[in-house]
């Protein structure tokens, strides 16, 4: 996303951020409409450049709305669910069933019938026994990749790494359950073996890991003569949230990973399988901004200067999480960031921090409008109503408008399933 300070305001593709504000309240998230088309095509041109045949599915736990997946059919991305409430909003949407890939360690039966009566093909199973389950509730032939473990520990926050061997995602290779659980589903009778799925963390910026698990992969069907019509990597492709961080590289990225799987797969003399990738993050992330409204400004001499804001962990919980950082601006004036505070947010909690240690305007005072870059990724599918916080809206800009795609939830919504 590019934003520009325009006569002294920051503004997004000519529309000022504070107009924006002003007309839809804060907290609110704004997306950049252009960039996230941008993201897809990048993705799509990378992997037609291969030769390679190819699907991409967007990640939809990253941030879900029904006119987001109304852009992804636009863009030909097919769509990775992982809930009832997931799917349930996809199918709102203009996405083909016939797109979603099923996801989930622990999909329930419920889940199951539902997806398959509307029209879901296609599984990745996690585990023996949903083989078992998938097998006796499918009505009809459905399709299924198998996730497996390929015990590769990603270079990334404990807490979003998902590969390594103690996960409680997906069949160990290394233990043998990724082989039993191929041999499970090829003797179903409702379930079509399609592949395998490996996944092996989040917010990575480099395709070290990823190359040396599809070789690792591959060389794994090979030896035991397991037929892979599709190899699906993941996503787990990092952005930039400060300054230190660089985004993946998409082109160079994916053309190193589609020339190791020709490569791996020559090498042994295995059928090069379809890729699949699931993008998430990579996609929306630095295309949503956080707009807050500043509130109380609070200096502990030679302590701390704390500014508070209308939002915090309710809408902006991965701090909280992950120690996550963000980079801030100040959207209403242009002015030098001179004054070292501490980003706080109005829940009561001591935890509820947007960004600590940031420089910021000395000038800052209650009725500002910053601005959390870098926020189009887990914050707003992640939000609560912890304190009975009201979940923000959200628009998507393009140069030609301002359009709302997510109404503010209402003090009504809040309290809509309580019994009286």
Not at 254 to 269: N, W, Y
Not at 382 to 391: A, D, G, P, R, V
Not at 398 to 419: F, G, N, S, Y
């Amino acid at each position: 996303m590019t934003l520009t300070y325009t006569n002294g305001e920051l503004t997004l593709h000519g529309h000022k951020l504070t107009d924006i504000a002003k007309k839809y309240g804060t907290p609110l998230f704004v997306y950049d409409e252009v960039m996230i088309r941008n993201q897809c095509r990048r993705f799509h041109t990378a992997l037609k450049e291969s030769g390679l045949s190819y699907t991409i599915s967007y990640a939809s736990k990253a941030f879900s709305a029904i006119q987001l997946f109304n852009l992804m059919t636009e863009e030909k991305m097919g769509l990775d669910v992982v809930s009832e409430g997931e799917l349930y909003t996809a199918l709102q949407s203009s996405v083909s069933p016939d797109t979603i890939h099923f996801h989930g360690n622990n999909k329930t039966d419920r889940e199951i019938r539902y997806a398959i009566e509307s029209g879901v093909e296609y599984f990745v199973i996690d585990s023996l026994s949903e083989i078992e389950r998938l097998d006796e509730l499918a009505t009809k032939k459905v399709k299924a990749l198998l996730r497996i473990n390929p015990g590769v520990e990603a270079h990334t926050h404990e807490f979003i790494q998902t590969g390594q061997e103690d996960s409680k995602f997906g069949l160990s290779i290394q233990k043998g359950l990724a082989l039993e659980g191929v041999r499970k589903i090829e003797k179903a009778k409702n379930i079509e073996f399609m592949g395998v799925h490996f996944h092996i963390g989040s917010q990575i910026f480099e395709s070290t890991g990823t190359v040396a698990t599809i070789e690792q992969v591959i060389t794994w069907l090979s030896d035991n003569h397991i037929q892979a019509q599709v190899l699906n990597i993941g996503g787990g492709f990092g952005i930039k949230y400060t300054d230190e961080d660089v985004s993946y590289p998409i082109e160079e990225g994916i053309k190193i990973i589609t020339d190791t799987l020709k490569s791996a797969c020559h090498a042994v003399g295995y059928p090069v399988p379809a890729i699949s990738l699931e993008p998430g993050r990579s996609i929306v992330g630095e295309a949503g901004v956080t707009l807050y409204e500043v509130g109380t400004v609070k200096e502990i001499p030679d302590t701390n200067y704390y500014v508070s804001i209308d939002g915090g962990m309710s809408d902006h919980i991965r701090t909280a999480l992950y120690g996550a950082t963000y980079e801030l601006l100040l959207a209403n004036r242009e002015e030098e960031h001179d004054k070292l505070m501490t980003v706080a947010g109005k829940l009561c909690e001591s935890g509820d921090i947007i960004r600590r240690d940031i420089k910021l305007p000395s000038s800052i005072h209650r009725g500002d409008l910053l601005v959390v870059l870098s926020t189009g990724a887990y914050h707003y599918s992640m939000s609560s109503n912890y304190n009975q916080m009201l979940k923000p809206a959200v628009v998507f800009v393009t140069p030609e408008e301002v359009r709302l795609v997510v109404k503010r939830q209402t003090l009504e919504h809040l309290i809509a399933q309580d019994i009286r």
